[in-house]
C-alpha cells in the first residue's frame, strides 16, 4: 500500500452532473479554512454540504502542498472503524505494533493536507476525537468536515449550510427573473436534463418559482422534483407538492440510497435521534409559522418529556439541522422547520396514534386562546409589539381556529376570534376576520352559561366592526344587536355599553341619525359610569361625527377633543386615529385649516405607528382635501396615491370610496374632467352596491367639482363619462385614479422624488426599506425581522404606494434621500 507522501495530490471522487451557484459560500469556507484549523459544515440532509465542500475542495487543490483526501464515512456503522477509514482514504498501513491513529500522527506530521470528512453525524463522536487528536499533532493539518450537527470541539468553526435563494415574490416570475435564484437555475438544469423536450416558458415560470419555494431551497428535494420531469408537466409537479414524501422519489440510481428518496434523507437524521428528541420533533408538527421557546415549552411538554427538558431538547434538535433557529430583530427567539420536515414530522406524530395527536393538539389551540386573550387588552394600546406578535403568530391562529371548528368547540372557537378582532380590524383583514368569527359562532349552539354568553358577545360586537369597516352596515347592525342582547342578557354592563358604540354608529350611517343620536347618548352615559373609557372615546367620537353632519360644529368639535383626550389618556390607538381624524374634519369645516392639517398629520403619525392603514388613508385624504382647497395639486396628488395605497391594502370600503372621490376632485383641478365623472360614478356605484353610503357634508364637498366637470364636458360627453364609472369597479378605479395622479408632472416628481418624509412609513416599513435598499430579497428580509415572506411582500407594495415608487430602483433612490441608506 501506498504511504502519504506517493498518494495522489487528490482523491475526490468525480461528479457527474453540474455545480450550480454558491459562490458566497465557497468563498467564505476558503476564508475560514485559512484561519480555523477545523472547519464544520452543517445543514439538514438535502441541503448540500457534501457537494459544497468537494466544490471548495475543487477549487484549492493547489493550496494544500501536501494534497486533499476525501473520506466517506456514511457506511462506517462501528465508531471504532472511523479510524480505519481515515487511514484508507490516506494510503496508510497499519504498523503491527502501533497504534492505528499513532501511525496516522507521525505520516501526516508537518505536511500541509485537507482531510475531508464527510457525513459525520452517526459517528459524531469518534469524529470529534479523531480530529482533535490529528490537529492537536500535525501543526499543517486542515480539517473539512460535513455532518448534520457540530463536532463539539473547541478549534471548530461552524458554517451553516443555507438553502439554495428561491425565486423573490416581489421580482416577479418570468424565466429571466427566474435566472436570478440559484434553486430556479437548479431546478431547470436538473428538469432538462430528465426532460430533453422540456421548454420552460413564462407561461410555467410561476410554476417552477413556486416549487422552488415550497421546497425551501433545499437542493436534493429541488432535483428530485426536477427528476419527475420525466413523467410530469412541470405545473403537474407543483400541483402535487402537498404529497411531497411520496413524490420525490425518484434519485439517481448512482446516488446513496438515502438520497434516492426525500422520505430516506430525513429518515437518516431521524434515526439518529434520542427517544425524547423524536418526540419533541414529531409535537412540533402542530405549529404553523414557526413558533416561541414559550409556545414549544406549554404545547409539547408533557407525558415521556418535563417542562424542564424542553429547552435542552429543542437545542439538540436545532444542532442537528432538524430545526432552524432565529433571532433576527425580535426579542424572542424564533423557531420553524422547512415545509418537508414538517411534513414528515407531521406524519410520524400521526403514527403515535389520535390520543397523542389529539392532545397534543388540544395544548396548542389552548396556548394559543391564552396568548390571543392576553394581546386582546393590549391592541388598542400605542406601540406595535402587540400587534407584531399576533401578526408573527398568524398561521398558528389560523390552525388553532380550524382545530376548534372542526371540532365544534364553540367555546374556545369564540374565545379565540373574538380576542383576535383587533388586530383583524386593525391590519385590515377584514374577509378573513369575518369568516373566523361568523364559522366560530355557529360552532356550536348548545346552551350558553354567563361566561359563554360573554365570549358569543365579543366575537359578535368582533363581527360587526368588521362588517362595518367592509362597509356592509346590515351584516353590522345585526351584529352589534346580538352582542347588545348577548351581553345585557348576560349581565355584563360594560359589555353593553361597548356594544352600543358600534350599534349607535352603524344606525346613523344606514340613514336614522336621531336613533344612532340616542343609542350613543345612553351608551355615552353608561360607560362614563362604569369608567370604561375605551368604550366612552369611541362613542364621543362617532357622536362627533353625527353631530358634524347636523352641520353643530361647535359641539362636534368638543365631543372629537373629548375622545381625544380620553383615548390618549388609555392609550386606545385606534381611538386616538378616529377622534384624530374626526377633529381634523370639523376643524377643517370651521375654517381652521392650520390646525385642521397638524391634527391630520397627527392623525397619521399614529395610525402608521399603529400600523392601521385604513386610517392612515383617511388622514391622508385629509389632507388632500386641504391641498386641493390652497391649489397646491403637487401636495394633493402626493397624499391622494398614498390615500389610495393605504385604503387598498385592507380593502377599506370607505376609506377606498373616499380616496377615489377625492381623486376625482383633483382630475377635476387639472382639466380630466371625463375621468372625474369616470371615478365619481365608480365610487358611487361601489356605494350604492352594498358599500358605505356616502355623508351629505362628503357629497357637498364634491359637488361643484362634480358641476364644473359636467359644465366642461356637456350633458352628452357627461352622461358617457358617468356610464363609464357604474361598471368599472373599485380596483379598477383605483388605478385609473393613480395612472391620473402619475400622468401629471407635478404628481410624478412627487411620486418619484418629493416625498421626501420618511415619517409617512411605518417604524417596520422604514426598516423593510432599509434592507431593500440593501439589496435583500423578501425572503432575507422576512428571515430577519422574523415574519413572513407574504406579510414582506405587503409592506413592500404599501411602501411603493406611500411613496410613489414605480419599482425597486424608485425606493431605493428615495431610501438614499431619506437617510434609510
Known amino acids: 500500500m501506498q504511504n502519504a507522501e506517493s498518494a495522489p495530490a487528490a482523491n475526490l471522487p468525480v461528479q457527474f452532473t453540474s455545480f450550480i451557484g454558491r459562490a458566497h459560500e465557497i468563498a467564505e469556507i476558503r476564508r475560514e479554512l485559512a484561519q480555523f484549523r477545523l472547519v464544520t459544515l452543517t445543514g439538514p440532509g438535502g441541503i448540500g454540504k457534501t457537494r459544497l465542500a468537494l466544490r471548495a475542495a475543487e477549487q484549492g487543490v493547489r493550496v494544500y502542498r501536501g494534497g486533499i483526501r476525501f473520506v466517506d464515512l456514511a457506511d462506517v456503522r462501528d465508531e471504532a472503524l472511523v479510524v480505519d477509514a481515515v487511514a484508507r482514504a490516506l494510503a496508510i498501513r497499519e504498523r503491527p505494533t502501533e497504534a492505528l491513529m499513532a501511525t496516522l500522527q507521525s505520516a501526516i506530521g508537518e505536511r500541509h493536507i485537507l482531510l475531508i470528512l464527510d457525513n459525520c453525524e452517526h459517528v459524531i463522536a469518534q469524529c470529534a476525537v479523531l480530529a482533535d487528536t490529528l490537529l492537536s499533532a500535525c501543526p499543517e493539518l486542515r480539517i473539512l468536515s460535513t455532518s448534520r450537527e457540530a463536532l463539539g470541539i473547541g478549534a471548530e468553526c461552524v458554517l451553516r449550510v443555507p438553502p439554495l435563494p428561491v425565486p423573490d415574490v416581489a421580482a416577479g416570475t418570468t424565466l429571466v427573473e427566474l435566472g436570478q435564484s440559484e434553486a430556479a437555475v437548479l431546478f431547470l438544469e436538473r428538469a432538462s436534463r430528465a426532460q430533453a423536450e422540456l421548454l420552460p416558458s413564462d407561461q410555467n415560470a410561476v410554476a417552477i418559482a413556486d416549487i422552488c419555494r415550497r421546497l425551501d431551497g433545499i437542493p436534493l428535494a429541488i432535483e428530485l422534483a426536477a427528476s419527475r420531469a420525466r413523467h410530469l408537466a412541470i405545473v403537474e409537479i407543483a400541483e402535487h407538492l402537498d404529497n411531497r414524501l411520496n413524490l420525490l422519489t425518484s434519485g439517481s440510481r448512482s446516488s446513496p440510497s438515502r438520497q434516492q428518496t426525500l422520505r430516506s434523507t430525513i429518515d437518516w437524521s431521524y434515526r439518529l435521534l434520542s427517544d425524547p428528541e423524536r418526540l419533541l420533533f414529531d409535537r412540533l408538527s402542530v405549529f404553523a409559522g414557526g413558533w416561541t421557546f414559550e409556545a414549544a415549552q406549554a404545547v409539547c411538554a408533557g407525558d415521556a418529556i418535563h417542562q424542564s427538558e424542553v429547552l435542552d431538547l429543542l437545542g439538540q434538535l436545532v444542532d442537528k439541522s432538524l430545526v432552524v433557529a432565529a433571532l433576527g430583530s425580535s426579542e424572542r427567539a424564533r423557531y420553524r422547520m422547512f415545509e418537508t420536515l414538517h411534513e414528515y414530522a407531521r406524519e410520524q406524530l400521526r403514527r403515535r396514534g389520535q390520543q397523542e395527536v389529539d392532545s397534543t393538539e388540544r395544548r396548542h389551540v389552548a396556548f394559543f386562546v391564552s396568548l390571543a386573550e392576553r394581546a386582546h387588552t393590549r391592541l388598542g394600546v400605542i406601540g406595535d409589539e402587540w400587534l407584531e406578535q399576533v401578526s408573527r403568530e398568524q398561521d398558528n391562529f389560523r390552525a388553532a381556529l380550524r382545530r376548534t371548528i372542526d371540532s365544534r368547540d364553540g367555546e374556545q372557537a369564540e374565545r379565540l376570534a373574538g380576542a383576535l378582532y383587533p388586530f383583524w380590524l386593525t391590519r385590515g383583514h377584514l374577509s378573513e376576520g369575518r369568516m373566523w368569527l361568523s364559522l366560530a359562532v355557529q360552532a356550536d349552539e348548545a346552551t350558553l352559561g354567563a361566561h359563554r354568553l360573554r365570549w358569543r358577545a365579543r366575537a359578535f360586537n368582533g363581527l360587526g366592526a368588521l362588517a362595518f369597516a367592509h362597509g356592509d352596515y346590515d351584516a353590522a347592525l345585526g351584529a352589534f344587536s346580538a352582542a347588545f342582547e348577548g351581553w345585557r342578557e348576560a349581565g355584563d354592563q360594560a359589555g353593553v355599553a361597548f356594544a352600543a358604540m358600534g350599534l349607535g354608529n352603524t344606525r346613523s350611517y344606514l340613514g336614522d341619525p336621531a336613533a344612532g343620536r340616542d343609542v350613543l347618548e345612553a351608551g355615552i352615559s353608561a360607560a362614563r359610569h362604569s369608567r ?190 358617468w356610464e363609464r364609472g357604474r361598471t368599472l369597479g373599485m380596483d379598477a378605479a383605483i388605478e385609473l385614479a393613480l395612472k391620473l395622479l402619475q400622468s401629471q408632472k407635478e404628481g410624478a416628481v412627487a411620486m418619484i422624488g418629493q416625498v421626501e418624509r420618511p415619517s409617512a412609513l411605518s417604524p417596520r416599513e422604514r426598516e423593510v426599506l432599509r434592507l431593500l435598499a440593501a439589496g435583500k430579497p423578501s425572503k432575507q428580509i422576512a428571515a430577519e425581522l422574523v415574519t413572513s415572506v407574504h406579510t414582506v411582500n405587503n409592506q413592500i407594495a404599501s411602501i411603493y404606494a406611500k411613496i410613489g415608487a414605480n419599482g425597486k430602483a424608485d425606493a431605493v433612490a428615495f431610501a438614499i434621500r431619506s437617510g434609510l441608506a
Open 532 to 721: 370604561q373609557p375605551v368604550s366612552l372615546s369611541l362613542g364621543l367620537g362617532f357622536l362627533s361625527r353625527i353631530e358634524q353632519d347636523a352641520r353643530h360644529l361647535d359641539r362636534a368639535r368638543q365631543l372629537a377633543e373629548e375622545a381625544v383626550e380620553v383615548a390618549t389618556g388609555c392609550d386606545f390607538t385606534r381611538g386616538v386615529c378616529s377622534a384624530l381624524v374626526f377633529l381634523g374634519d370639523v376643524l377643517h369645516e370651521q375654517g381652521d385649516l392650520d390646525r385642521a392639517g397638524a391634527v391630520l398629520h397627527e392623525a397619521r403619525i399614529v395610525a402608521n405607528r399603529a400600523g392601521d392603514r385604513a386610517f392612515v388613508s383617511y388622514a391622508s385624504s385629509g389632507l388632500a382635501r386641504l391641498a386641493l382647497g390652497r391649489s397646491d395639486l403637487r401636495s394633493a396628488g402626493q397624499e391622494l396615491i398614498a390615500a389610495l395605497g393605504d385604503a387598498r391594502e385592507p380593502g377599506e370600503k370607505r376609506a377606498m370610496a373616499l380616496a377615489v372621490e377625492y381623486a376625482s376632485a383633483f382630475a377635476v383641478a387639472t382639466h380630466h374632467s371625463a375621468d372625474a365623472l369616470t371615478l365619481a360614478s365608480a365610487a358611487a356605484a361601489a356605494r350604492d352596491a352594498g358599500g358605505p353610503a356616502m355623508r351629505s357634508i362628503e357629497r357637498d364637498r364634491l359637488a361643484p367639482f362634480l358641476a364644473k366637470a359636467r359644465a366642461n364636458l356637456g350633458q352628452v360627453g357627461a352622461a358617457e363619462a
